[in-house]
């Protein structure tokens, strides 16, 4: 049976897969192999996880998650999934700062590619990382925290350095959120307002189709006791999807309703599979002051981009200083396209949009459709830093060395 990501539109050439239930299973496979890929939870949408020699799944790792709550953090296995540390945190009294849309993306995983939720004073879940563990390309087990010299370096990695094994994160007392949704948000409300409207929660999304002159829906996550500015939006009579033609039977608690942490900042619950994987996802990052015209320049191509569209998501992001982030030292907007799952069809509107928003400097998402990446300021600090650790290229792919290769 050919092994594919979750969309199912890569199907991965490796000529073995190892699925190791321990440490040193995952250090003997690295340490017999000639070139090793890492795969986590199969939720990346391009080619960073293939490899035509060895795959390794974290994903049969013992989770043994342990708190250190005068240290502030927990240490789990990089396989597990964030729902389910999450909901071990809270029956614990501990919480994480933010989560994304999906509960059901690995730590390791979401963590190399620097994957994030929303929130204007909020950073990616990498920025949660206070110490990772990762087997190098000799087997060894080398444990990095945060104030070591190389440690921005290797969080967000692109599994290029090695296999994380082990993640630390920052955790908090456990906090309760209310979601609230709202309709029809005029979009001319969006572009005089957009700094409100991006810093009006603990959690922002807005979702978009962008064929008209509103924004189909936004989302407000706020603290209990806050209460929702709507903006001149309506408020939803019903739960939503962000699709609203369909089922929202998986989507978190609305309308109000105080509720864990971990249950409300997700769009989705972890005992549902959101959708079938009919799917294709894109995103860019541009500086969160240029969102009114990177706004203007997707409308543009409205032409080209809605007969492909699903849905489109609007989320903020904070700069932190991880080297390879799409949000390195820069404030981000995030634009999310979730399309159809037809990659001949998609492609050229992923270089269009490329182009559309080339002169506002937009970064890919790692894990997600799209042909083009600027150089990261840190680059020839990370390439150092991979000499170091991976001399011989072990983990290295094409994704890795197209992306990640000094001019």
Not at 23 to 42: F, I, K, P, Y
Not at 122 to 144: C, H, K, P, Q, S
Not at 201 to 225: C, M
Not at 258 to 283: I, M, N, V
Request: charge should be negative; aromatic fraction near 8%; hydrophobic fraction near 45%.
């Amino acid at each position: 049976m050919t092994l594919t990501n979750w969309a199912g539109n890569i199907a991965f050439g490796a000529a073995r897969v190892h699925r190791p239930s321990t440490v040193d299973q995952v250090r003997d496979v690295v340490a017999g192999a000639e070139r090793v890929r890492v795969l986590g939870s199969g939720h990346s949408f391009n080619e960073i996880a293939d490899t035509p020699a060895d795959l390794v799944s974290v994903a049969g790792l013992p989770p043994r998650p342990r708190i250190d709550a005068a240290a502030g953090t927990v240490t789990v296995a990089g396989g597990i999934r964030y729902g389910e540390l999450a909901a071990f945190l809270d029956a614990e009294g501990f919480a994480l700062h933010n989560l994304g849309s999906l509960p059901h993306i690995s730590i390791a995983g979401a963590v190399a590619t620097g994957t994030h939720g929303s929130g204007a004073a909020l950073g990616n879940l990498a920025t949660a990382v206070a110490g990772i563990e990762l087997v190098t390309a000799g087997g060894e087990l080398v444990r990095l925290a945060r104030g070591d010299a190389d440690f921005a370096g290797a969080v967000v990695s692109l599994g290029a350095l090695g296999v994380v094994v082990g993640v630390t994160l920052d955790v908090r007392p456990a906090f309760t959120i209310r979601q609230f949704v709202f309709e029809h948000l005029p979009r001319t409300v969006l572009d005089a307002r957009w700094e409100e409207i991006a810093t009006a929660g603990y959690s922002v999304s807005l979702f978009t189709d962008w064929s008209g002159d509103t924004v189909n829906q936004l989302w407000l996550k706020l603290a209990d006791g806050e209460e929702p500015d709507g903006f001149g939006a309506t408020p939803a009579v019903r739960t939503m999807h962000p699709i609203a033609a369909m089922s929202p039977e998986s989507c978190t608690e609305q309308g109000g309703v105080p509720g864990p942490w971990h249950r409300r900042l997700p769009h989705f619950k972890l005992e549902f599979t959101p959708s079938s994987g009919e799917e294709l996802q894109t995103e860019f990052f541009v500086a969160r002051g240029d969102a009114v015209e990177a706004f203007a320049a997707i409308e543009r191509l409205r032409h080209l981009v809605t007969p492909v569209l699903q849905i489109s998501e609007i989320r903020v992001v904070a700069a932190d200083e991880l080297w390879l982030s799409p949000h390195h030292r820069r404030d981000s907007v995030a634009l999310h396209f979730t399309w159809i799952r037809d990659g001949a069809r998609v492609a050229p509107v992923v270089a269009a949009l490329e182009d559309a928003l080339a002169h506002l400097a937009p970064r890919p998402h790692w894990g997600k459709v799209f042909h083009h990446a600027p150089r990261p300021e840190r680059l020839g600090d990370f390439l150092a830093l991979r000499d170091r650790l991976d001399p011989d290229r072990k983990f290295g792919n094409a994704f890795v060395e197209r992306h990640l290769t000094a001019e």
